[in-house]
């Protein structure tokens, strides 16, 4: 296959990075907020387990380099047709459900510009489908175009984050993370909620091998960039939710319907 219709390292782990960094991390701060500093903890360990799963992949890529389809793929090498139908169809709901959360942190967000979406169910619901289908439109194009609109979508996601991120470590109230469990509960039993919590966030991680039969040097590519998607996801997770939590009170946090606006208004107004 020609490298005009291929992707490369970098466009591959904008997959990885740009399926990962999704309405997990947008809306988590507010949900966190109940536990307060404690979460961190809960980030680091799902953090931990993403990277061992990354690895699993890695090592799975190298032996199957051109195994287009991924979790599919290596389940159908390895056990067959009815395994390998489960977990595809499971992915396929997954797929569905990350949609639907996708569509509800990306129309909250656009409250703080539009707040006409938050009064108007029927607007809200219009936004929310018509960016899925424009999303879903421009990845019938073709691997490349889609690479190309992956690869925008995750520098202007990760740009603000940054920015944000730098900011609020710049600004950081320390008195927001004690006590470091604000919540009730235990602290092994919060950090066990924030871990499920957390590793919603992580999914995405296999994205780089999905399309691997269409991927430049695959037994090299899909491997690194599942790792280094992987890593570089897991320091903006954490920094990210530091700088947030460092800039707005915990009660507020938790109340929050676009956590990451809310701590720019805080530091630029």
Not at 109 to 121: D, E, K, R, V
Request: aromatic share 10%; with cysteine.
């Amino acid at each position: 296959m020609s490298n005009t219709k291929q992707i490369g390292l970098w466009t591959t782990t904008s997959l990885v990075v740009g399926n990962m960094i999704a309405s997990g991390l947008f809306m988590l701060p507010a949900t966190l907020a109940v536990y307060g500093g404690i979460s961190l903890i809960g980030w680091l360990i799902s953090g931990g387990g993403a990277i061992c799963l990354a690895l699993v992949y890695s090592w799975l890529s190298k032996l199957k380099p051109v195994a287009t389809g991924g979790p599919y793929a290596y389940t159908h090498e390895g056990m067959g047709d009815f395994p390998a139908f489960l977990v595809a169809w499971g992915y396929w709901i997954s797929i569905w459900c990350a949609n639907a959360a996708i569509a509800v942190a990306f129309v909250s967000y656009l409250t703080a510009f539009i707040p006409a979406l938050g009064n108007n169910p029927l607007l809200s619901v219009g936004t929310g489908l018509a960016a899925i289908w424009l999303l879903t439109w421009m990845n019938t194009r073709g691997i490349k175009e889609a690479g190309i609109v992956q690869v925008v979508t995750t520098v202007l996601k990760i740009a603000p984050l940054v920015v944000i991120t730098l900011g609020g470590l710049l600004y950081l109230n320390t008195d927001h993370f004690v006590p470091f469990n604000v919540s009730t509960e235990s602290n092994l039993t919060a950090i066990t909620s924030c871990t499920t919590l957390t590793l919603f966030a992580f999914l995405g991680l296999e994205c780089a091998t999905i399309p691997s039969g269409k991927v430049i040097n695959p037994e090299v590519t899909v491997p690194k960039a599942t790792v280094l998607g992987t890593l570089l996801t897991t320091v903006i997770y954490v920094s990210s939710t530091i700088a947030i939590m460092g800039l707005i009170p915990p009660d507020a946090l938790h109340k929050s319907q676009a956590p990451f606006a809310d701590a720019a208004a805080s530091i630029w107004g």
